[in-house]
Protein backbone atom coordinates (compact mmCIF):
# COMPACT_ATOMS: atom_id res chain seq x y z
CA UNK A 1 0.00 0.00 0.00
CA UNK A 2 3.22 2.44 -0.83
CA UNK A 3 1.44 5.41 -2.83
CA UNK A 4 2.58 8.88 -3.18
CA UNK A 5 0.32 9.94 0.24
CA UNK A 6 2.44 7.46 2.10
CA UNK A 7 5.87 8.79 0.71
CA UNK A 8 4.54 12.66 1.31
CA UNK A 9 3.07 12.27 5.07
CA UNK A 10 5.80 9.09 6.05
CA UNK A 11 3.19 7.20 7.28
CA UNK A 12 2.49 2.95 6.54
CA UNK A 13 -0.60 3.32 5.77
CA UNK A 14 -2.42 5.63 3.05
CA UNK A 15 -4.86 6.13 5.88
CA UNK A 16 -6.13 9.39 7.45
CA UNK A 17 -8.12 10.16 9.98
CA UNK A 18 -11.03 12.38 9.84
CA UNK A 19 -10.42 16.36 11.49
CA UNK A 20 -14.20 15.44 13.35
CA UNK A 21 -14.99 18.55 15.39
CA UNK A 22 -15.40 17.82 19.38
CA UNK A 23 -14.57 14.27 18.74
CA UNK A 24 -10.61 14.71 17.31
CA UNK A 25 -8.40 14.90 19.95
CA UNK A 26 -4.77 14.03 21.36
CA UNK A 27 -5.69 10.24 22.12
CA UNK A 28 -7.58 9.75 18.76
CA UNK A 29 -4.91 11.27 16.93
CA UNK A 30 -1.75 8.93 18.61
CA UNK A 31 -3.49 6.07 18.86
CA UNK A 32 -3.87 6.31 14.73
CA UNK A 33 -0.37 7.48 13.84
CA UNK A 34 1.14 5.15 16.20
CA UNK A 35 -1.27 1.94 14.02
CA UNK A 36 0.29 3.64 10.82
CA UNK A 37 -1.94 6.24 9.88
CA UNK A 38 -1.72 9.78 10.10
CA UNK A 39 -3.87 11.05 12.98
CA UNK A 40 -5.89 14.26 12.71
CA UNK A 41 -6.43 16.47 15.98
CA UNK A 42 -9.67 19.22 15.07
CA UNK A 43 -9.07 22.91 15.21
CA UNK A 44 -12.63 23.99 15.16
CA UNK A 45 -13.12 27.04 16.82
CA UNK A 46 -10.88 25.52 19.58
CA UNK A 47 -9.30 28.47 22.03
CA UNK A 48 -4.98 28.39 20.83
CA UNK A 49 -3.92 27.06 24.53
CA UNK A 50 -6.55 24.60 24.13
CA UNK A 51 -5.26 23.32 20.94
CA UNK A 52 -1.50 23.89 21.91
CA UNK A 53 -2.22 21.52 24.75
CA UNK A 54 -4.03 18.98 22.83
CA UNK A 55 -0.55 19.19 20.06
CA UNK A 56 1.41 18.88 22.82
CA UNK A 57 -0.11 16.06 24.35
CA UNK A 58 -0.07 13.95 21.20
CA UNK A 59 3.42 14.40 20.74
CA UNK A 60 3.78 12.88 24.09
CA UNK A 61 1.82 10.03 23.30
CA UNK A 62 3.64 9.35 19.38
CA UNK A 63 7.05 10.02 17.34
CA UNK A 64 4.75 9.93 14.01
CA UNK A 65 3.49 12.21 11.87
CA UNK A 66 0.03 13.92 13.06
CA UNK A 67 -1.82 16.55 11.78
CA UNK A 68 -4.42 19.30 12.75
CA UNK A 69 -7.58 20.18 10.48
CA UNK A 70 -8.20 23.77 10.75
CA UNK A 71 -12.20 25.25 9.66
CA UNK A 72 -11.30 27.99 7.85
CA UNK A 73 -14.65 29.90 8.98
CA UNK A 74 -13.53 29.83 12.38
CA UNK A 75 -12.56 33.27 13.52
CA UNK A 76 -9.63 32.47 14.81
CA UNK A 77 -8.46 30.31 11.47
CA UNK A 78 -5.62 33.10 11.52
CA UNK A 79 -4.01 32.03 15.16
CA UNK A 80 -4.46 28.46 14.20
CA UNK A 81 -2.67 28.33 11.33
CA UNK A 82 0.06 30.21 13.01
CA UNK A 83 0.24 27.78 15.80
CA UNK A 84 0.53 25.11 13.53
CA UNK A 85 3.92 26.61 12.12
CA UNK A 86 4.76 27.41 15.87
CA UNK A 87 5.00 24.04 16.85
CA UNK A 88 6.07 22.32 13.84
CA UNK A 89 3.11 20.19 13.09
CA UNK A 90 3.35 17.81 9.95
CA UNK A 91 0.23 18.32 8.22
CA UNK A 92 -2.40 20.55 8.13
CA UNK A 93 -5.89 19.70 6.19
CA UNK A 94 -8.64 22.25 5.60
CA UNK A 95 -12.23 22.34 5.12
CA UNK A 96 -14.49 25.36 4.66
CA UNK A 97 -13.03 27.90 2.78
CA UNK A 98 -9.96 28.58 0.62
CA UNK A 99 -6.47 28.72 2.55
CA UNK A 100 -4.60 29.70 -0.33
CA UNK A 101 -3.41 33.34 1.45
CA UNK A 102 -1.91 30.43 4.61
CA UNK A 103 0.25 27.84 2.16
CA UNK A 104 2.98 29.78 1.00
CA UNK A 105 4.13 29.79 5.18
CA UNK A 106 2.78 26.43 5.83
CA UNK A 107 5.22 25.43 3.11
CA UNK A 108 8.13 27.49 4.14
CA UNK A 109 7.53 25.74 7.24
CA UNK A 110 7.65 22.39 6.11
CA UNK A 111 4.09 21.49 6.73
CA UNK A 112 2.18 19.14 3.99
CA UNK A 113 -1.31 20.80 3.04
CA UNK A 114 -4.33 19.07 2.21
CA UNK A 115 -7.16 20.90 1.96
CA UNK A 116 -10.89 19.14 1.94
CA UNK A 117 -12.55 20.07 -1.41
CA UNK A 118 -16.03 19.24 -2.86
CA UNK A 119 -15.72 20.07 -6.44
CA UNK A 120 -13.58 19.74 -9.26
CA UNK A 121 -13.19 23.59 -9.13
CA UNK A 122 -12.14 24.06 -5.67
CA UNK A 123 -9.31 21.28 -6.15
CA UNK A 124 -7.51 23.12 -8.91
CA UNK A 125 -7.57 26.23 -7.29
CA UNK A 126 -6.18 24.24 -4.29
CA UNK A 127 -2.93 22.69 -6.66
CA UNK A 128 -2.17 25.99 -8.37
CA UNK A 129 -1.87 27.72 -4.61
CA UNK A 130 0.39 24.77 -4.28
CA UNK A 131 -1.42 22.13 -1.96
CA UNK A 132 0.44 18.76 -1.71
CA UNK A 133 -2.71 16.68 -1.87
CA UNK A 134 -6.46 17.28 -1.64
CA UNK A 135 -9.22 15.04 0.01
CA UNK A 136 -12.07 15.05 -2.17
CA UNK A 137 -14.91 14.41 0.09
CA UNK A 138 -18.38 12.81 -1.23
CA UNK A 139 -21.72 13.28 0.43
CA UNK A 140 -21.69 10.15 1.55
CA UNK A 141 -19.78 11.66 4.52
CA UNK A 142 -20.23 12.97 8.60
CA UNK A 143 -20.95 16.54 9.22
CA UNK A 144 -20.76 19.07 6.71
CA UNK A 145 -21.15 17.36 3.32
CA UNK A 146 -21.36 18.89 -0.72
CA UNK A 147 -23.70 17.39 -3.24
CA UNK A 148 -21.55 15.10 -5.37
CA UNK A 149 -21.02 11.70 -4.15
CA UNK A 150 -17.98 9.83 -3.50
CA UNK A 151 -18.14 7.12 -6.91
CA UNK A 152 -18.30 10.60 -9.16
CA UNK A 153 -16.32 13.12 -7.65
CA UNK A 154 -12.94 11.06 -6.51
CA UNK A 155 -12.45 10.03 -10.39
CA UNK A 156 -12.93 13.80 -11.75
CA UNK A 157 -11.08 15.07 -9.53
CA UNK A 158 -8.12 12.88 -10.48
CA UNK A 159 -8.28 13.23 -13.99
CA UNK A 160 -7.85 16.77 -13.17
CA UNK A 161 -4.87 16.95 -11.09
CA UNK A 162 -1.24 16.04 -10.82
CA UNK A 163 -1.15 15.96 -7.45
CA UNK A 164 -2.15 12.94 -5.05
CA UNK A 165 -5.78 12.99 -4.34
CA UNK A 166 -7.49 11.66 -1.25
CA UNK A 167 -10.91 9.80 -0.97
CA UNK A 168 -13.43 10.53 1.62
CA UNK A 169 -17.04 9.61 2.10
CA UNK A 170 -19.05 5.84 2.91
CA UNK A 171 -15.29 4.20 3.50
CA UNK A 172 -15.57 2.16 6.70
CA UNK A 173 -13.42 -1.60 5.14
CA UNK A 174 -11.16 -2.88 2.77
CA UNK A 175 -13.28 -2.81 0.07
CA UNK A 176 -14.12 0.83 0.46
CA UNK A 177 -10.15 1.52 0.07
CA UNK A 178 -9.71 -0.51 -2.90
CA UNK A 179 -12.65 0.68 -4.40
CA UNK A 180 -11.60 3.84 -3.70
CA UNK A 181 -7.68 2.87 -5.61
CA UNK A 182 -9.87 2.07 -8.59
CA UNK A 183 -11.15 5.38 -8.92
CA UNK A 184 -7.20 6.75 -8.97
CA UNK A 185 -6.98 7.77 -5.01
CA UNK A 186 -3.99 7.29 -3.74
CA UNK A 187 -5.30 7.46 0.04
CA UNK A 188 -8.30 7.78 1.82
CA UNK A 189 -9.81 10.04 4.67
CA UNK A 190 -11.79 7.80 7.64
CA UNK A 191 -14.19 9.23 10.16
CA UNK A 192 -16.99 7.50 11.27
CA UNK A 193 -15.29 3.96 11.64
CA UNK A 194 -12.89 5.50 14.21
CA UNK A 195 -16.34 6.66 15.84
CA UNK A 196 -16.10 2.86 17.26
CA UNK A 197 -12.48 3.23 17.53
CA UNK A 198 -11.82 2.49 21.84
CA UNK A 199 -9.17 5.38 22.19
CA UNK A 200 -11.86 7.68 20.61
CA UNK A 201 -12.98 9.92 23.44
CA UNK A 202 -16.77 10.48 22.85
CA UNK A 203 -20.00 9.80 25.31
CA UNK A 204 -21.17 6.54 25.13
CA UNK A 205 -24.10 6.99 23.68
CA UNK A 206 -22.68 8.27 20.87
CA UNK A 207 -20.78 5.35 20.00
CA UNK A 208 -23.92 3.16 20.78
CA UNK A 209 -25.89 5.17 17.92
CA UNK A 210 -22.95 4.46 15.90
CA UNK A 211 -22.73 0.28 16.88
CA UNK A 212 -26.46 0.02 16.49
CA UNK A 213 -27.13 2.30 12.92
CA UNK A 214 -28.75 1.15 10.13
CA UNK A 215 -28.02 1.65 6.80
CA UNK A 216 -30.70 4.09 6.74
CA UNK A 217 -30.34 5.42 10.25
CA UNK A 218 -28.35 8.87 8.65
CA UNK A 219 -30.26 12.34 7.98
CA UNK A 220 -29.53 15.64 6.03
CA UNK A 221 -30.18 18.85 8.05
CA UNK A 222 -29.51 22.17 7.07
CA UNK A 223 -29.51 22.61 3.16
CA UNK A 224 -31.76 25.35 3.36
CA UNK A 225 -29.02 27.26 6.08
CA UNK A 226 -26.18 26.84 3.72
CA UNK A 227 -24.28 24.32 5.74
CA UNK A 228 -26.16 21.13 4.92
CA UNK A 229 -24.57 18.71 7.36
CA UNK A 230 -25.26 14.56 8.21
CA UNK A 231 -26.51 13.07 11.28
CA UNK A 232 -27.54 10.09 12.81
CA UNK A 233 -31.40 10.00 13.17
CA UNK A 234 -32.44 11.18 16.51
CA UNK A 235 -35.63 12.80 17.56
CA UNK A 236 -33.31 15.67 17.74
CA UNK A 237 -32.20 15.58 13.91
CA UNK A 238 -35.79 14.33 13.06
CA UNK A 239 -36.94 17.66 14.69
CA UNK A 240 -34.70 19.65 12.45
CA UNK A 241 -35.48 18.07 9.10
CA UNK A 242 -39.06 18.03 9.77
CA UNK A 243 -38.92 22.06 10.76
CA UNK A 244 -36.83 22.58 7.59
CA UNK A 245 -39.33 20.35 5.37
CA UNK A 246 -42.61 22.30 6.62
CA UNK A 247 -41.19 25.69 7.18
CA UNK A 248 -42.35 25.48 11.08
CA UNK A 249 -38.22 26.47 11.43
CA UNK A 250 -36.96 29.39 10.13
CA UNK A 251 -33.49 29.30 8.94
CA UNK A 252 -32.26 31.34 11.96
CA UNK A 253 -33.99 29.59 14.41
CA UNK A 254 -32.31 26.11 13.21
CA UNK A 255 -29.33 27.93 13.81
CA UNK A 256 -30.62 29.02 17.52
CA UNK A 257 -31.69 25.67 18.55
CA UNK A 258 -28.31 23.99 16.62
CA UNK A 259 -25.94 25.86 18.54
CA UNK A 260 -23.82 23.88 20.71
CA UNK A 261 -25.18 20.98 19.85
CA UNK A 262 -22.14 19.13 19.08
CA UNK A 263 -20.48 19.71 22.28
CA UNK A 264 -23.74 18.27 23.83
CA UNK A 265 -23.73 14.81 21.59
CA UNK A 266 -19.88 14.01 21.67
CA UNK A 267 -19.32 15.74 25.61
CA UNK A 268 -22.98 14.78 27.15
CA UNK A 269 -24.80 12.23 24.95
CA UNK A 270 -27.54 14.47 25.19
CA UNK A 271 -29.79 13.02 22.16
CA UNK A 272 -32.43 15.37 23.05
CA UNK A 273 -30.27 18.32 21.63
CA UNK A 274 -27.04 16.86 20.34
CA UNK A 275 -26.09 16.79 16.92
CA UNK A 276 -24.58 13.14 16.55
CA UNK A 277 -22.65 13.70 13.45
CA UNK A 278 -22.23 10.48 11.54
CA UNK A 279 -21.38 8.94 7.92
CA UNK A 280 -24.00 7.08 5.83
CA UNK A 281 -21.67 4.46 6.19
CA UNK A 282 -21.87 3.64 9.65
CA UNK A 283 -24.75 0.61 9.03
CA UNK A 284 -21.25 -1.01 8.36
CA UNK A 285 -19.70 -0.06 11.70
CA UNK A 286 -20.85 -3.07 14.20
CA UNK A 287 -18.41 -2.88 16.41
CA UNK A 288 -15.91 -1.05 19.02
CA UNK A 289 -12.20 -1.69 18.26
CA UNK A 290 -8.64 -0.31 18.89
CA UNK A 291 -7.40 1.94 16.24
CA UNK A 292 -4.44 -0.66 15.30
CA UNK A 293 -7.09 -3.15 14.75
CA UNK A 294 -9.20 -1.38 12.37
CA UNK A 295 -6.33 -0.11 10.67
CA UNK A 296 -4.92 -3.37 10.34
CA UNK A 297 -7.67 -4.64 9.36
CA UNK A 298 -9.02 -2.77 6.58
CA UNK A 299 -5.37 -2.82 5.03
CA UNK A 300 -5.35 -6.20 4.88
CA UNK A 301 -8.68 -6.94 3.29
CA UNK A 302 -7.63 -3.37 1.27
CA UNK A 303 -4.09 -5.71 0.06
CA UNK A 304 -5.73 -8.64 -0.98
CA UNK A 305 -8.61 -7.04 -3.08
CA UNK A 306 -5.99 -5.50 -4.78
CA UNK A 307 -3.79 -7.81 -5.92
CA UNK A 308 -6.38 -10.08 -6.89
Not at 60 to 85: H, R, W, Y
Not at 188 to 193: K, L
Not at 265 to 285: Q, R
Request: charged share 25%; net charge negative.
Amino acid sequence: MKTRITELLGCEYPIIQGGMAWVAEHTLAAAVSNAGGIGLIAGGSAPIDYLRDQIRKCKEKTDKPFGVNIMLMSPNAEDLAQLCIDEKVAVVTTGAGNPGKFIPAWKEAGIKVIPVIPSVALARRMERAGADAVVAEGTESGGHIGENTTMCLVPQVVDALEIPVIAAGGIADGRGIAASFMLGAEGVQIGTRFLAAEECQIHPTFKELVVKAKDTDSVVTGRYTGHPCRNIKTKFSKKLAGGEKDGSLTPEQFEEITLGSLRKAVVDGNVEEGSFLCGAIAGMVNDVKPCAEIIKEMAEQAEKLLKI
